[in-house]
């Protein structure tokens, strides 16, 4: 795949080269998330970085990435502080913003909103989630994130056994992670949710097309032999209703004692955060925060080196960050 200038809208663009390419950039960008170095390679650029629905992640860690390759920023955050709540099109809005960016990042609450967005814009054009649809940022962070804890315990994303857990219905994360995990080979899912919360039947497809294993319930039970442990929080904002979204809230935890009873020592456990640390949701119990094997906040750091990578490969610099880079002089805490 050839990314200069593509716009980056669903992980249906990737195939595993693609992936690799991005993951080989991501891990040169290591110096510059750690603040050992620092690049300007973007000196000038400019990155549009648009919110339409809330976030802390994303759209910081979108933000940091152009700022660590050197380039500018300009947000604007929420529905009713922009043009759209006056009635304005997405196309205008990309036509305008186009002007102003080299290259535009954005969330939306509705479906498919981002890609008719990326019809009028005149520069590359970067999903950041876009309603329950997709998250091809996030899938590739935590794509990228797997890869690493599976080296580190010895192994590779082929052949892995992954449990998904929670709202697999609404959290996009899952249903982005899931297809490009279908690229790789012999991996088995293990899907546990309410039932009325399932795996969306079109992602079970891909899964299935691809000749994967696959077993869907609504109950944790027994011993689960999965290499990863993937928790999702019930999106409370895609449901009717609030009182519809707590029937769910707490029928899922994770914590030290559930960890210990269904899942090996080895399991890894990751969560594209924001977990619900309210006492009656507490998917993700705060008694793991210390285990080795929580991943969530290198999931979190990796999204800068897989943001920044994007960002390089979209606006054809891949090659040349080193080329524009120097030491730094302040204190750098350890990161990553
Ligand atoms: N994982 C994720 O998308 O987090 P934010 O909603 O904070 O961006």
């Known amino acids: 795949m050839n990314f200069k200038g593509q716009h980056i809208l669903s992980v249906n663009q990737f195939d595993r080269d693609s992936i690799q390419a991005i993951f080989d950039v991501a891990d040169k960008m290591t110096p510059y998330a750690l603040r050992q170095k620092r690049t300007t390679v973007l000196d000038g650029a400019i990155l549009g970085n648009l919110f339409f629905e809330a976030s802390t992640r994303t759209r910081v860690s979108f933000g940091t990435a152009f700022n660590l390759l050197g380039g500018e920023v300009r947000e604007t955050t929420g529905m009713s502080s922009s043009a759209l709540a006056k009635g304005e099109s997405l196309f205008d809005t990309a036509r305008v913003l186009s002007g102003y960016s080299d290259i535009i990042t954005m969330r939306h609450p509705q479906s498919g909103s981002v890609s008719e967005f990326a019809e009028g814009s005149r520069v590359p054009v970067i999903n950041g989630g876009d309603g329950a649809n997709e998250h091809p940022t996030q899938a590739l ?189 302040w204190y750098s805490s350890k990161r990553l």
């Open 141 to 329: 962070l935590d794509l990228y994130t797997i890869s690493k804890e599976q080296q580190y315990h010895g192994g590779q994303i082929d052949g892995i056994h992954i449990a998904m857990i929670g709202d697999l219905k609404y959290g996009r994360t899952v249903h982005s992670l899931s297809k490009l995990l279908s690229l790789f080979k012999n991996v088995r899912f293990t899907l546990i949710s309410p039932k009325e919360l399932a795996m969306p039947e079109a992602i079970l497809q891909v899964i299935r097309d691809a000749g994967h294993s696959v077993k869907v319930t609504d109950q944790l039970e027994g011993s689960v032999d999965a290499d990863i442990c993937y928790q999702t929080r019930i999106q409370e904002e895609r449901f009717e209703t609030q009182a519809e979204a707590d029937k769910y809230r707490g029928k899922f935890r994770l914590n030290q004692t559930i960890y210990t009873k269904h899942f090996q020592s080895k399991t890894v456990i990751m969560h594209p955060l924001p977990r619900d640390s309210r006492a009656d949701a507490n998917e993700l119990d705060n008694d793991l925060n210390l285990h080795p094997n929580l991943a969530i906040f290198r999931q979190a750091d990796n999204g800068v080196l897989v943001r920044m990578a994007l960002f390089a490969l979209t606006l054809g610099v891949e090659n040349l960050v080193s080329k524009y880079d120097r030491d730094v002089h």
